[in-house]
């Protein structure tokens, strides 16, 4: 009967709100598997209510897991109080960073300042979503204000999958040089060496020759560039 099946849908939707995370997760699970479509709109103003973040997660996984989540609400949550639910803002909006000039681009990159580390981590981890010609711009922005955090780093680095060289060349095209950018540009210079990429050594080297012609890398910067190369 769909209407005894909507009201348990609804009753496991009130499920995801109890302090028992065993509950919450039961809850959670059963309304996907069950393609609860119509219990749709309580999901989406759950997510969206002062209630506890804890419920407000499960109604947005539950939303992403139905493919029903819309790109208008997470834009909305990128910018909530709660760190965990940015975070999984930017996990969630993946479902459309690969599109081009999809506007939620530039939504996620406005947490490239966020002040959670939760929350840029999994911007640097999502970075590697983003379609081939945003992806460059956008690692390059986040290395050049978080280069100083080796785990950000390493989940920024781990996305570009043969992105580097376009990285290095605008961290190097940079109007000034901080010692975090230049720490970026000497790890992004060991990965291309490291993974063999010919063409990729070749227009390195000329980068770093250039370091003579007006774009000079600090003296410690530009020897650690050398003995890498």
Not at 176 to 200: F, K, N, Y
Request: aromatic fraction near 2%.
């Amino acid at each position: 009967d769909p209407f005894l099946r909507h009201g348990r849908d609804l009753e496991l939707v009130r499920m995801l709100a109890p302090p028992n995370g065993g509950q919450r997760d039961t809850a959670q699970r059963l309304l996907v598997e069950r393609h609860a479509h119509a219990v749709v709109p309580q999901l989406t103003r759950l997510a969206q209510t002062e209630g506890p973040a804890r419920t407000r997660l499960k109604a947005m996984w539950v939303l992403d897991g139905l493919n029903a989540i819309e790109p208008a609400l997470v834009t909305r949550l990128l910018s909530d109080p709660d760190r965990d639910i940015r975070a999984s803002a930017i996990r969630i909006a993946e479902r459309w960073l690969g599109m081009p000039n999809h506007p939620i681009q530039a939504a996620v990159l406005k947490r490239l300042d966020d002040p959670d580390w939760a929350v840029r981590y999994q911007l640097a981890a999502s970075i590697g979503a983003m379609a081939p010609g945003a992806r460059e711009p956008a690692a390059a922005a986040f290395l050049e204000r978080h280069a100083e955090d080796p785990i950000a780093m390493d989940a920024t680095l781990s996305g570009l999958r043969g992105s580097e060289p376009e990285v290095i060349d605008r961290l190097m095209h940079a109007a000034d040089h901080t010692p975090a950018r230049e720490d970026a540009i000497v790890m992004l210079s060991a990965l291309v060496i490291r993974g063999g990429q010919d063409a990729a050594i070749q227009t390195l080297l000329a980068r770093v020759a250039e370091t003579t012609q007006g774009m000079p890398l600090s003296p410690d910067r530009l020897l650690a560039c050398h003995r890498v190369l």
